[in-house]
């Protein structure tokens, strides 16, 4: 036996104006439907020059979580990433000093 549902509304979706805004097309979200031989490819990244060192002593020999924004509005420069720095004997598992947020500006991302 079917239950009554109350306030269910079907709307249509509208397409979403990105402008000439680039985005990246790596699931369905933007993409309504693939024609042809249409498909989504994610391919490998291309080796580029060096971007971050990681070799000062705070941030120790284990680093992760790396979080780039970009802030064009805020003060400095505009691309700006935080990420996690700890050191930790690999034979013990005991830490050297204790985890600690890092923090990095760059003009070119």
Known sequence: ?????????IREIQPRNIGTRKEPLVDGDLIDILRGDARLV???PTPRELVLTHDAPWEGNTCGYHTIFYDPDGPGKPYRMTYRGSHGDPTTGASRHPQVTCYAESDDG
């Open 1 to 9: 036996m079917p239950l009554p549902v109350e306030g269910f509304q």
């Open 42 to 44: 994610l391919h490998r």
